[in-house]
């Protein structure tokens, strides 16, 4: 049955000439209008829109994302609306996925189907590489309907009733890339903007958890601690909330306190994300390294067995961080629990997957680096690390060790890195 439906394509805009002919290219053959509403730019963004046919249109910047949005959804005269940040993207081949999904919807005559006002699809952040470096669900698609407007300055979001989850349609998101994280200007006019709006509204759990979180990539210690201080109070206010807000504190708190071994704290934590988010399976794996940390392995195992189901499940939408690109945190975690328990039986079982992963893979980075981070986090030393590694390489080469070394650096394991570098300086001078 053909496509009746028709998709308006909308997006603001700024400074965005790196981005905006790939922002509208995969939607160019699928929808019916591309709505460009540029918000100040001073590069070539709006003559590449332009040249590309989209509708361009001005919008005077007033702080205040919601109302920018909101314009440019009052431009569309499609049936449904994507609006996708210039920074985001899909393939082809999920427009097509994306169209048919609409069309079967729109030719449903179930009350569900009519009732559906978004679809919800796989959210895909990569590094300037263009690696995956987080999974998690997003809603970027919303029935063109008065109602459904963006409510708030900033972190703004639409209030749907009821969403379709749509498994094979995927988003890819290049705003958390290293280069993205360094724009000061962004970091600094967001936390302007978010006190303004706390001061505005003190009781707003949500605001707090976003000037949290703004505040906390400050990377200092100050920080920090302030950044703690407001997600623990966001916490225990009595105004409305957004669950899946709630996952910017938890992302913080759980591995806060993990590495300054407040390790029941860093537990109930896991307990409420677990409860707050279930199809984040990044918390049960917290959980499991934490239960490994107090000895308590019966635990650890039931939670890593939870884990390891949902991951290597396609019946819902998956949202990890931890175990992007691969399970091999995940694994090495059944190790120390299969250690703990002397079940030596699955602990070779363990060994043998881990080797099986890393073997398929043994000079891709962001397969060998989360590894290294689980057991430079766990606080296994250098030499049983090198040791473990040695399997897979020439530990005694410098070149070998290097690559070791880089593989460690993008994962985080930062002290690992610098001891390593250590001794390949002392390989080079003998």
């Not at 709505?35 to 829109?49: H, M, P, Q």
């Not at 890819?172 to 006019?189: F, L, M, N, P, W």
């Not at 984040?280 to 390294?289: F, G, S």
């Not at 703990?340 to 397969?367: F, R």
């Amino acid at each position: 049955m053909s496509s009746t439906v028709r998709l308006s394509q909308v997006m603001i805009v700024k400074n965005e000439e790196k981005n905006i002919e790939k922002a509208l290219s995969w939607a160019k053959d699928v929808a019916i209008e591309q709505i460009v509403v540029d918000t100040g730019s001073t590069d070539k963004t709006v003559e590449i829109a332009e040249k590309m046919g989209a509708k361009v249109y001005h919008f005077k910047w007033i702080d205040d994302f919601a109302a920018a949005k909101n314009f440019a959804m009052n431009k569309a005269t499609g049936d449904w609306i994507a609006i996708l940040d210039a920074d985001e993207y899909m393939q082809k081949s999920d427009a097509t996925k994306l169209m048919a999904l609409l069309t079967e919807l729109q030719n449903n005559q179930s009350k569900q189907s009519k009732n559906y006002e978004a679809i919800i699809c796989s959210f895909i952040d990569l590094d300037d590489n263009g690696n995956a470096i987080n999974v998690s669900v997003n809603q970027r698609f919303f029935k063109n309907s008065p109602h459904l407007r963006f409510v708030g300055r900033i972190h703004e979001a639409i209030a749907v009733k009821n969403s379709f989850e749509a498994e094979n349609i995927t988003i890819y998101h290049t705003g958390y890339s290293q280069s993205s994280y360094a724009d000061t200007d962004k970091k600094e006019r967001n936390i302007k903007m978010l006190r303004a709006e706390h001061k505005r509204d003190p009781q707003n759990p949500d605001i707090m958890h976003y000037l949290a979180s703004s505040i906390r990539s400050i990377d200092t210690d100050d920080a920090k601690t302030e950044a703690e201080e407001l997600h623990l109070k966001a916490f225990n206010c009595s105004g409305a909330y957004n669950i899946p807000v709630r996952q910017l504190a938890y992302d913080f708190l759980i591995p806060k306190y993990t590495e300054e071994k407040r390790y029941d704290e860093a537990i109930r934590m896991c307990d409420k994300a677990i409860a707050d988010l279930p199809k984040n399976i990044d918390y049960l794996y917290y959980r499991a390294l934490l239960k490994n940390k107090k000895n308590d392995f019966i635990a650890a195992l039931k939670d890593i067995e939870k884990c390891e189901n949902a991951y290597l499940s396609s019946d819902a939408l998956m949202k990890t961080q931890l175990l992007v690109p691969t399970p091999l945190p995940l694994y090495y975690q059944k190790t120390i629990a299969t250690e703990g328990l002397s079940d030596t039986q699955a602990l070779e079982t363990c060994h043998e997957i881990i080797k099986i992963i890393l073997s398929d893979n043994i000079y891709e980075p962001n397969i060998v680096g989360p590894y290294i981070r689980a057991m430079a986090w766990y606080g296994e030393p250098d030499d049983k690390i090198l040791s473990r590694l040695s399997v897979f390489y020439d530990i005694g080469n410098p070149n070998e060790l290097m690559f070791i070394v880089k593989a460690a650096k993008e994962s985080g394991a930062i002290e690992f890195t610098r001891n390593i570098l250590e001794i390949v300086g002392q390989m080079i001078e003998a």
